[in-house]
């Protein structure tokens, strides 16, 4: 059995062919620019010549593309947009307006002739290409991980991310709870459009493979406590049999070892609250049972960031690759999906 596996962060795409005939270690990897910063780089070169732009696609990441697209407007350049493609901007349409980009039809884009800035989280034909370059080909199967907020319009992201999280551990939910398959619950705008370009693809929180890639550290005892610092957020749970017993998510950049430290230990005895963090600026946490973890694992691209915290932690490297944690978070919930 052959699966690519794609874990769409901020920075990157890391990416793993997997290959049951073969070692994961032989397995071809892949870290390249995320399809967010891709994208940027596109919109920038379009308002360097002082093109016009219009975008389609589908809905994707923001951040670094929804920074170049503010960017073109400042410099006074009309940006036109498809809706499925403007909800990447904001799941609020009148605030995409407000920011200044026309909402048009599909209709109405292939008829343009502005500069059109193709929006997707996963490129199938690029990477197609790219595999193609080195003589493999792209496999059917397909398990990839966004961070997918959720579609809420009228109700901040942050609350409405951490309601998701809240019921599912609450319910005493395992792991298997946050992988999808052909059963997408209708809030996840992004996995939806992922599933759209790959159907049947298996689809996970970036934050929840990242913590599931972690523990298959050959040198990890349960339960565990796992901090994934991308580039973009913090997301922190302890696991313990399979279940998600507690989760902590804030934006990096606001991240010092120091204050990361005060969190955690609060998230493992259970006196860290949801209205700190979210008034910090953070996404919030939720504890369902405090434990002492026997293993504090931290993975991600910022993984330094706790280079000098006070916990004894340990830089986890499953099959002994950081950068594809979530990729191996990915593989081991395909193989192991089951329908919940």
């Known amino acids: 059995m052959k699966l690519l596996a794609i874990d769409v962060g901020m920075g990157t795409q890391d990416i793993l062919l997997y290959d049951s005939r073969k070692s994961i270690e032989n397995c071809f990897k892949m870290v390249l620019p995320s399809q967010t910063q ?14 016009d732009i219009i975008l389609t696609g589908e809905t994707m990441g923001g951040g670094a593309s929804g920074a170049a697209v503010r960017k073109h407007l400042e410099a006074n350049l009309a940006v036109f947009a498809t809706e499925m493609a403007a909800l990447t901007l904001n799941d609020n349409l009148n605030r995409v307006k407000e920011m200044g980009v026309v909402i048009v039809s599909e209709d109405e884009a292939k008829e343009s002739g502005a500069s059109r800035i193709e929006f997707c989280d996963v490129d199938k034909c690029a990477l197609q290409k790219a595999l193609e370059l080195f003589g493999l080909a792209l496999p059917e199967n397909f398990a990839v991980a966004v961070q997918d907020h959720g579609y809420s319009p009228s109700v901040s992201n942050r609350i409405f991310r951490f309601e998701y999280f809240r019921d599912i551990i609450k319910s005493g939910g395992s792991l298997n709870s946050f992988a999808y398959k052909n059963n997408i619950p209708p809030r996840f705008s992004r ?29 990890a005892k349960p339960p565990y406590l796992v901090v994934n610092i991308g580039n973009g957020h913090t997301l922190a749970g302890i696991v313990n049999e399979g279940a998600l017993l507690s989760i902590f998510e804030h934006h990096t950049s606001m991240m010092t ?72 978070g990915l593989l081991d919930a395909y193989l192991n999906y089951i329908p919940e």
């Not at 994208?39 to 010549?49: F, G, P």
């Not at 600026?281 to 330094?304: I, N, Y």
């Open 191 to 219: 996995m939806k459009a992922v599933e759209r370009t790959l159907p049947g693809t298996l689809l996970m929180d970036t934050g929840i493979a990242a913590i599931r890639g972690a523990i298959r550290d050959e040198n």
């Open 38 to 51: 891709i994208v940027a780089k596109r919109i920038s070169r379009e308002t360097r010549l002082k093109h």
């Open 257 to 328: 070892a120091r204050k990361l430290d005060s969190y955690l230990k609060r998230l493992c005895d259970g006196t860290l609250d949801f209205q700190e963090v979210f008034d910090d600026g953070g996404h919030g946490c939720f504890v369902r049972e405090a434990m002492k973890p026997d293993s504090v694992l931290v993975t991600g691209p910022r993984r330094e960031l706790m280079r000098h915290s006070k916990l004894d932690l340990r830089f986890a490297a499953p099959f002994g690759d950081m950068m594809l944690t979530g990729c191996f």
